[in-house]
């Protein structure tokens, strides 16, 4: 499955964005879908996931209450909507699928798009 993340940019805080992921190729349904980030000089973050159904999310603790996971299968796309966003989120967000059911690693997912650059202004 190939994934190219987009809509990424600059936003004041307290702002919102919204992210999309479009894929292409496999059987998108099939997998759980999940957004990452990097800040410079910072490891690869979990942001969250969700299931292959839309039934479940997962999100990581500096994010929670913030930001929220969807998908449209017949869409073929995942989107991430970012609230209350704050400069410590500013980072290049990545979205990527997997196999595993409610994964929260890295090296959990298979395929990994091409990144976008969230820049949040204080």
């Known amino acids: 499955v190939q994934l190219q993340a987009c809509g990424g940019g600059l936003v004041q805080s307290g702002g919102s964005l919204r992210l999309s992921c479009p894929a292409s190729?496999?059987?998108?349904?099939?997998?759980?879908m999940g957004w990452f980030r990097q800040a410079p000089g910072k490891e690869r973050e979990f942001v969250g996931a969700?299931?292959?159904?839309?039934?479940?999310?997962y999100y990581g603790d500096s994010v929670k209450g913030r930001f929220t996971i969807s998908r449209d299968n017949a869409r073929n796309t995942v989107r991430l909507q970012m609230n209350s966003l704050k400069p410590e989120d500013t980072a290049v967000y990545y979205c990527?699928?997997?196999?595993?059911?409610?994964?929260?690693?890295?090296?959990?997912?298979?395929?990994w798009g091409q990144g976008t650059l969230v820049t949040v202004s204080s």
């Open positions: 969700i299931s292959w159904s839309g039934g479940s999310t």
């Open positions: 990527a699928a997997s196999e595993v059911l409610g994964p929260r690693k890295y090296d959990e997912y298979n395929y």
């Open positions: 190729g496999s059987t998108f349904s099939r997998y759980s």
